[in-house]
């Protein structure tokens, strides 16, 4: 989630301030740094980043977030300038600047996605009291509208988290929520009766590829 200047306050320093990889992170990002040749240690920036953010989710049972100290113990750990990890993290938008809900919702708005009902997915993110750049108040969701996320074929969605949930409308959308705010783990992927980006009801041609890898070398 984007923020122009990250937060940086005496409460922010007090919590964070002493931030440290647990000991199974830790065995982790050596393992992810180890992946790199001797001296290209900071080329692990990105996915060290992304540790630090989920750890800082599961302390705070949220999606995470990269505070000023967080960013800097993971530049001391890679032994970078901390500017350069400020950099990458202000970069991707894959990193939240600022603090964020238990649940991410992250609209496409991005064109294919508008033309076949975006609005009516953010009409279901509304009813339930978000607001676009905002966290609910039970601090639940934090919804941020968002640029093209890759499933084009099974507009529109969202990403929730590190989920996809597609081919959405308005009561679709209302259900995934519902469920998140249940405790429960609605259906990931599209909405509607079909696997990943198949044929609505299933494969149209080619059906008995369904169960075996069928040869049609003798029907041509």
């Not at 949220?62 to 890679?78: D, F, S």
Request: charged share 20%; proline share 7%.
């Amino acid at each position: 989630m984007a923020a122009k200047r990250l937060p940086d306050t005496p409460e922010i320093r007090e919590r964070w301030g002493a931030f440290a990889f647990t000991a199974e992170n830790a065995a982790l990002a050596k393992k992810i740094v180890d992946r790199y040749p001797p001296g290209r240690q900071q080329s692990a920036i990105i996915p060290l980043l992304d540790l630090a953010q989920r750890q800082v989710g599961a302390e705070t049972k949220t999606q995470g977030w990269l505070p000023i100290p967080v960013i800097e113990y993971v530049a001391r750990y890679l032994d970078m300038p901390y500017i350069r990890a400020y950099e990458v993290a202000t970069f991707y938008t894959m990193f939240n600047l600022v603090p964020v809900g238990r649940f991410h919702v992250q609209v496409c708005g991005t064109t294919p996605c508008m033309l076949r009902g975006s609005d009516h997915v953010l009409a279901a993110c509304y009813a339930k009291g978000m607001k676009k750049g905002h966290t609910t108040e039970d601090g639940l969701f934090t919804l941020t509208e968002v640029e093209c996320l890759g499933a084009c074929a099974n507009a529109p969605m969202v990403q929730i988290n590190d989920d996809n949930y597609e081919d959405l409308t308005f009561d679709s959308m209302t259900a995934v929520l519902d469920a998140l705010a249940a405790g429960k783990q609605p259906k990931i992927g599209p909405q509607v009766d079909r696997i990943t980006s198949c044929p609505e009801g299933g494969p149209t041609v080619l059906k008995e590829m369904q169960s075996e890898n069928h040869d049609y070398r003798g029907e041509w």
